[in-house]
T-cell receptor, first 116, second 114 residues
């Protein structure tokens, strides 16, 4: 059973460029969340998607946007990259119908973005 | 609002010694608490979780944690560590029933020495 898969694993961009990161959730999961983990820090919530809509958003500027497709996969887009956007971007998934919390967030290995 | 504080950024310990990684939280709603482990160049793996019931929670790899509501703590313990436990450990709190939005601490690097 494949877990959460993310691509690319590493990428390098320059300031001002745009980047798209991709995520396929674990089989049976329909909710996708994105987190940013800067070096030496814990992950920070960016936003959550289900039913192809953004449902919740953390404290991130509009340069960060996303999309969810009918097959539940998701993309994270970051425009006008800044040096401070360099981080590990983690995708996580879980089934929306589980209100008990028994199905905990399952994380992918991440996409490491370096902005020069 | 929710927040998590991990007081120790690094914890060095010798192999087969016991270890405790400290976590304190603040929350204005019901709390659900988690510990995740991150090995180098990998994502986060769940160690254990507290949702309700017994305050002593057992997880994978011999780890356990105790939920203490009065002290707002959820410390992680292992009676005897191995070299393979060297990793970074993150404590997290979920805001009420929102199990998608976690607040993470800044992490504790556990360095197990031979």
């Amino acid at each position: 059973d494949a877990g959460v898969t993310q691509s690319p694993t590493h990428l390098i961009k320059t300031r001002g460029q745009q980047v798209t990161l991709r995520c396929s959730p674990k089989s049976g999961h329909d909710t996708v969340s994105w987190y940013q983990q800067a070096l030496g820090q814990g992950p920070q919530f960016i936003f959550q998607y289900y039913e192809e809509e953004e449902r919740q958003r953390g404290n991130f500027p509009d340069r960060f946007s996303g999309h969810q497709f009918p097959n539940y996969s998701s993309e994270l887009n970051v425009n006008a990259l800044l040096l401070g956007d360099s981080a590990l971007y983690l995708c996580a998934s879980r089934p929306r119908t589980d209100l008990s919390g028994a199905n905990v967030l399952t994380f992918g290995a991440g996409s490491r973005l370096t902005v020069l | 609002a929710q927040s998590v504080t991990q007081l120790d950024s690094q914890v060095p310990v010798f192999e087969e010694a016991p270890v405790e990684l400290r976590c304190n939280y603040s929350s204005s709603v019901s709390v659900y608490l988690f510990w995740y482990v991150q090995y180098p160049n990998q994502g986060l793996q769940l160690l254990l979780k507290y949702l309700s019931g017994s305050t002593l929670v057992k997880g994978i790899n011999g780890f356990e944690a105790e939920f203490n509501k009065s002290q707002t703590s959820f410390h992680l313990r292992k009676p005897s560590v191995h070299i393979s436990d060297t990793a970074e450990y993150f404590c997290a709190v979920s805001a009420g029933y929102n199990f998608n939005k976690f607040y993470f601490g800044s992490g504790t690097k556990l360095n197990v020495k031979p």
